[in-house]
């Protein structure tokens, strides 16, 4: 309907009623791509995260599905300290990026791209749990 409007004022005026009352923000996604296992005497990749809820610190370990929680509305500035490997190609120094929350706050994804799932169906399935579980805390699954 919104696209077969002939008047672009038209519609862009029936997008920005809508902006308002019907599109609610989902959140941010942020994607290491794939992280290296560290070995034990090797600093570990971090990320800060700074808004007016207050800081926050979490490790990112290789494989991981993190939530967020950051409300609508609620921007931060995240850093991203790779330690000693790479995180979104780049090594050796922090990456600063500003993210905005939505009804699903912050997911942190540092599972390596592709995904490689398991052979066996039972496996895979446990797998599929575990990157499904950040997404329902809170609730009676």
Do not use: H, Y
């Not at 490790?59 to 490997?85: K, M, S, T, W």
């Amino acid at each position: 309907m919104v696209c077969r409007l002939p008047v672009e004022a038209d519609r862009q005026r029936l997008l920005s009623d809508l902006m308002g009352d019907s599109l609610l923000p989902l959140g941010s996604a942020l994607l290491t791509g794939t992280l290296e296992e560290r070995k034990k005497d090797r600093a570990v990749a971090a990320m800060s995260i700074a808004s007016s809820l207050g800081d926050q610190r979490l490790r990112l370990d290789p494989g991981q599905l993190q939530l967020v929680d950051l409300p609508p509305g609620v921007v931060a500035n995240v850093g991203i300290d790779p330690g000693e490997g790479a995180v979104l190609g780049v090594s050796g120094r922090t990456v600063t990026l500003e993210v905005s929350g939505g009804l699903g706050g912050m997911f942190v994804d540092t599972r390596p791209t592709t995904l490689e799932l398991p052979a066996t169906g039972e496996a895979r399935r446990s797998l599929l749990e575990d990157w499904e579980a950040p997404a329902w805390v809170g609730t009676e699954r």
